[in-house]
């Protein structure tokens, strides 16, 4: 029987070799295809790029393959590149849209197959039950042309998407008092795409840019896999210390997730992350224009958006959510609790280089290390302290939602519950305006239990309430 594939949070991922197979992987593309045509792009142009995992150039090629045979043109990128420069070629060339062969942050075992609208960001999700239900049963269905033919033909044109995409963070950024800061900046790239950029961004001053992690290794050595979380980044906390670094700017393997390190070779938690990047817009840069966040991020941003009386817009978890409501709201930024932020008068994609950038930026112009500048944010919203563990589980989902539907906590961690939020998962809402989150990947059997909370003495009590909810012992 044919694979049954099925769109997560963010595209369709797989096991190389079980079911991420070139047969899948074009029945994805023959989907996306005809998903364009019934929406009157005919003949337009498509972008598809992919990252450093195993194989992943020859499965862009076969997605074009596909792509031209059905009345489409492509432009395929000469080499593996970061999402979020694969998202704004979509906008510099106007293409109908994308397809970014990339796992992200899976483990070396997967690949995956994501999907971008006419705007470089994700596709809705009654787009991607649209192009689901247009994937064939079968490859039979699936119409090819020669790689090699659709480029003689015109209907495949390789590229380059630096130039555009620097010049881009060239009109969002001035980049010359980063590079004559004098700092020295550590990135870990995870093996990954975000490789060379910075220190191709930040080079001809008096900065200097250390890189570790930043070959082509589809294994990820010395981290269980390229995520920007803990223990993945202990390696580079570790050689910010040895080189004595003023920061460690980490992304991760499609380079559209941020990841942050302090001047002591601590972690700064991604909701921090957030916290400070909207600060930076708001208080350094003086915009102003709404944010938009998932339920599963930070509280602190609600805090911001009273204080500078912005509105902030709550969303379900991932960027399939957050992306059309930036486009509806014509958000100044949006992000999530994993380390995507997109930011407005660029792409409603997560990018991890713009906001790295941001983060140094924010460095030079308040004079300030990573952990001064969390003092100066703690210093207007109050300190806040999070945490999260994941979870494989087995058995029936269904059961354990209901499990979890009718536990009623009253107390948290010592905290009253008042209230609960089902909008993507189970969030309960807490007395000190933190909570709890329990909700189910949507692309792996695991159970995610977040929270956040103003008292750093219940972190670990609350989340091992919200197992026990989750029926984890």
């Known amino acids: 029987m044919a694979t049954k594939i099925k769109f997560g949070t963010d595209g369709w991922r797989g096991v190389i070799a079980e079911d991420y197979t070139f047969a899948n992987l074009r029945r994805c593309a023959q989907g996306f295809a005809a998903y364009l045509l019934n929406h009157g792009y005919q003949d337009e142009w498509v972008v598809i790029g992919h990252d450093k995992r195993f194989h992943s150039e020859n499965f862009a090629a076969a997605a074009a393959e596909v792509l031209a045979a059905n009345g489409l043109r492509v432009y395929l990128t000469d080499g593996a590149t970061p999402t979020p420069v694969i998202a704004y070629s979509v906008v ?25 609208n006419k705007f470089g960001g994700a596709i809705d999700p009654e787009g991607l039950l649209e192009i689901e239900s247009l994937i064939p049963e079968t490859e039979d269905q699936v119409k090819r042309v020669p790689l090699s033919e659709a480029i003689d033909d015109g209907k495949v044109v390789k590229f380059d998407p630096a130039p555009a995409y620097i010049e881009q963070i060239h009109n969002l950024l001035d980049l010359k008092p980063i590079q004559d800061a004098g700092l020295r900046i550590m990135v870990d790239p995870m093996w990954g795409n975000g490789a060379g950029w910075f220190p191709r961004l930040l080079c001809g001053g008096k900065t200097e840019v250390f890189e570790i992690h930043n070959q082509r290794n589809p294994i990820f050595p010395e981290m269980k896999r390229p995520e920007p979380i803990r223990p993945n980044v202990d390696v580079g906390l570790q050689k910010t210390l040895d080189e004595k670094a003023d920061v460690l700017i980490i992304t991760d393997g499609d380079a559209d997730r941020l990841g942050v390190g302090d001047e002591h070779g601590r972690f700064i938690d991604q909701l921090r992350v957030y916290g400070l990047l909207a600060y930076y817009l708001l208080e350094v840069r003086g915009m102003r224009g709404p944010i938009v966040k998932t339920l599963s991020t930070t509280s602190m ?51 991890g280089i713009l906001a790295g950038l941001y983060i140094l930026d924010m460095m030079v112009r308040l ?107």
């Open 92 to 116: 510099n060339k106007k293409a109908a849209g994308a397809i970014n062969i990339t796992a992200s942050h899976n483990p070396p075992t997967d690949n995956g197959f994501k999907v971008r």
């Open 367 to 473: 004079n300030k290390k990573p952990s001064e500048l969390l003092d100066l944010l703690f210093e207007k919203v109050g300190a806040h302290y999070y945490d999260r563990i994941d979870t494989m589980f087995t058995g029936d989902r269904a059961e354990r939602e209901r499990l979890i539907q009718s536990s009623n906590p009253e107390y948290l961690g010592g905290l009253k519950v008042t209230g609960l939020d089902t909008t993507d998962g189970y969030k309960f809402n807490l007395e000190d305006g933190g909570w709890l989150l329990i909700r189910f990947s949507g692309t792996e059997p695991i159970i995610r239990v977040y929270t956040e909370t103003t008292h750093p003495d219940k972190v670990q009590e609350i989340l091992k309430d919200g197992l026990a909810v989750a029926g984890i012992r």
């Open 301 to 351: 941003l609600d805090v911001l958006g009273k204080i500078y009386d912005v509105p902030v817009y709550p969303t379900g978890v991932g960027f399939k959510y957050v992306a059309p409501k930036m486009l509806e709201t014509n958000a100044m930024i949006g992000g999530e609790e994993s380390g995507g932020y997109a930011f407005a008068n660029h792409v409603p994609e997560r990018d």
